[in-house]
């Protein structure tokens, strides 16, 4: 290696010799080599500029200055010639077609003269020609001599060099516009929802980002065979069905090539139909397929009359590129429109079934009124009944018919749990809390948020987990099992069981202040059996609702099969109603439920079974009591009737219920003296 530290040495035999760039011979303008610099000068040029315009009204004075020319230009040959740039005062009047197109044809430089000495000499060089270009640099002079014609040709040739250099930077330049345009409207197409200001919002930044005078995007129905054209922008009125196979947007859609018209009604592929349903008048058009996200087109992409010239390629990539992105957004709209709707149907079935508060009787048509009441409130709500009453039923009731519909409906068996499980149930848990916590979950508080969550059999909940339940209703504030971080929480509480909690707090087997603070409101569900005006109209409506799950028509009860219905003791509730009603629906063999078809149903000895650890006497005063009841209930209370049902007079059954220390013996009118039979 060199050891540069010599040189700063007195004795030193080693010398260092610099040149810089300005400095080289043929840079110099000293040196002779004024084409050759001019050459240089023209690249170096070329890497400052963004336009084409541009480029050639700062290089063009230079270049015709270096040559002495009265004028200077360059001209492109496509269907006629297009001069792109020029300068002089002395414009050439007539231009020489024949002598460019030789240029171009034998692809060198030319000097042309006349002998008229007044007359101005011509030199014509094509540019570089690498790129397909069919551009000339012309010059008129009349100082212009032949051995000028290879300089020239050098700045022709680098001149095409220098305007390559300006188109790919414009070119690349202007995509990264494009690119940074169509992330923009990429980020308003994710904020709109809803298909009509989609298809709007698609069309109107269509037309701006390709300076286009509109754009119409046409939605593919391959099942109908048709395409369904959404103006949308400047054109009012209902979207057009147009066949699948005719016009520019059949062939785009068919063939999948985007397609590029000038002279729209010069074009055979054009279908006027559009122009002529809408009003409009269409010059030139440029369409693209809309594909999406699993490369199946959904439909054309079209941009109407550009206004200044023509589509180009650019124009063509920047909406076949927003075209990706308006594919996607359409889709995601059309999903999220077809699961809002799915969304709403299921709430409306809940709201419907669910949530429906059946019956006639007093009881229910005063429960009825409390939910009323109860459901635009937050408070909490504690529902006690038998097991089958339909606690969940007036659950989902008080949520439907609150402000808190729109949000989600949780139910949460507390029963079904134990200790550990039902705390992560409810508050969920971090990855690794535990052996199978192989990734965080959120607990139905968290999913409930906004919503209603609904606590069943609260009175089986162990001691620890009323605290923590307790410690979330107070402060509203939940923690993750395994976690740390505090969570809020917004839910509204309904809470139910088919024990007496009053009688737990009493026995310290429920939290006291758990317990006042889940029964601000407490309803009481009476047992089926106590309200037998309600059996039938809820028969009825769970036969109608399984006959429709079951493809087939309502089923009708037989009067015997009602008067069965109404006989029975019920003792599973409403939901041993209901169960029942599903299985006719789906077995009962005719379209008329007779007796027969409610075997199901127990015996009513079978019914009025006493339990087993009774004597024979009182088993059988038992079974007396029962069966008296359900003959009253049977002749909905007339006594005469339920008496010639059991066989005996009408005084017979007031002094049989009396000893049997039946209170309803209590209404004995005073003519009842007969024996007892």
């Given amino acids: 290696m060199m050891d540069y530290s010599r040189a700063n040495s007195v004795t030193s ?8 760039w300005s400095e080289l011979p043929w840079v110099s303008r000293s040196a002779g080599l004024p084409e050759l610099q001019l050459c240089i000068r023209l690249l170096e040029s070329a890497a400052q500029v963004e336009e084409v315009d541009g480029y050639l009204k700062q290089e063009l004075p230079e270049a015709g200055s270096e040559f002495a020319a009265s004028w200077i230009a360059v001209y492109s040959r496509g269907g006629e010639w297009e001069k792109l740039g020029e300068f002089g005062r002395q414009p050439m009047e007539h231009l020489p077609v024949p002598f460019l197109a030789d240029v171009l044809d034998r692809n060198a430089g030319g ?78 197409l994710c904020c709109t929802h809803e298909m009509a200001p989609l298809l709007e919002l698609i069309a109107r930044e269509a037309a701006r980002l390709i300076d286009a005078d509109r754009a119409s995007i046409f939605i593919w129905d391959r099942e109908h065979h048709e395409v369904v054209a959404c103006p949308a922008l400047g054109v009012t009125g209902p979207p057009l069905h147009l066949a699948d196979t005719l016009g520019i947007v059949g062939e785009c859609l ?38 999406d996200g699993q490369g199946r087109r959904i439909g054309a992409f079209e941009a109407i009359n550009k206004r200044h010239g023509a589509f180009t390629n650019d124009d ?22 077809n699961l809002v709707r799915g969304i709403c149907h299921l709430r409306e079935q809940v709201a419907r079934h669910e949530g429906e508060i059946i019956g006639q009787s007093p009881a229910i048509a005063a429960l009825r009124t409390t939910i009323e009441r109860l459901a635009p409130t937050d408070l909490p709500v504690l529902i006690l009944g038998e097991s089958g009453t339909g606690k969940e039923v007036v659950a989902h009731a008080l949520h439907a018919q609150g402000p808190r519909r729109e949000n989600p409906f949780v139910a949460v068996n507390c029963a079904a749990l134990t200790e550990t499980l039902l705390e992560s149930e409810l508050f969920g848990h971090e990855k690794g809390a535990f052996t199978d916590a192989h990734e965080a979950r959120q607990g139905k508080f968290e999913i409930a948020a906004g919503g209603t969550l609904f606590l069943d059999e609260i ?64 309803l009481e569900l009476p047992p089926l059996r106590d309200r037998p005006d309600d059996i039938l109209p809820l028969a009825e409506a769970f036969l109608k609702q399984f006959s429709s799950e079951a493809g087939r028509r309502p089923l009708a009860l ?120």
């Fill in 13 to 20: 035999e080693l010398y260092v010799d610099w040149s810089s």
């Fill in 111 to 188: 000097w042309m003269h006349s002998a008229d000495t007044k007359s101005a000499s011509v030199l014509a060089a094509p540019l570089d020609k690498s790129r397909g270009e069919n551009e000339v640099l012309i010059a008129s002079g009349r100082a212009f001599e032949k051995k000028m014609l290879p300089g020239f040709l050098a700045v022709s040739h680098t001149l095409g060099l220098g305007l390559a250099i300006v188109r790919r930077q414009a070119r690349a330049i202007g995509r990264v516009a494009r690119l940074r345009a169509t992330l923009q409207i990429s980020s308003q």
């Fill in 459 to 522: 009175g089986d909940m162990s001691p620890g987990g009323q605290a923590k339940l307790l410690r979330v209703l107070e402060q509203k504030v939940l923690t993750r099992v395994g976690g740390s971080q505090p969570i809020r929480t917004n839910v509204r509480v309904i809470a139910a069981t088919n024990t007496n909690l009053a009688a737990a707090v009493r026995d310290r087997k429920f939290r006291e202040d758990l317990y006042y603070r889940l029964s601000v409101v407490a």
């Fill in 558 to 677: 037989s009067p015997e099969a009602r008067r069965r219905l109404q006989l029975h003791a019920w003792p599973g509730n409403v939901r041993e109603l209901r169960n029942l009603m599903e299985r006719i629906a789906f077995l009962c063999p005719t379209e008329v439920v007779e007796v027969g078809d409610l075997a199901f149903i127990l015996s009513p000895e079978r019914d009025a079974a006493p339990p087993m650890d009774l004597g024979l006497s009182d088993a059988t005063a038992r079974f007396q009591q029962d069966y008296i009841r359900r003959m009253i209930k049977r002749a909905q209370g007339n006594m005469s009737q339920a008496a010639g049902l059991l066989g005996l007079h009408r005084s017979n059954l007031y002094r049989k219920m009396r000893h049997l220390n039946m209170h309803e013996a209590e209404d004995e009118p005073d003519d009842a003296t007969s024996p007892v039979s």
């Fill in 254 to 291: 068919q063939t999948g090539n985007a397609i590029r018209v000038d002279d729209a009604y010069h074009d055979p592929r054009f279908n006027p139909q559009v122009d002529a349903k809408s009003g409009y008048h269409t010059r030139s058009l440029l369409c693209v397929p809309l594909i």
């Fill in 316 to 337: 063509e990539e920047g909406l076949t590129e927003l075209g990706t992105q308006a594919a996607t957004a359409l889709q995601n709209t059309r999903e999220r429109e």
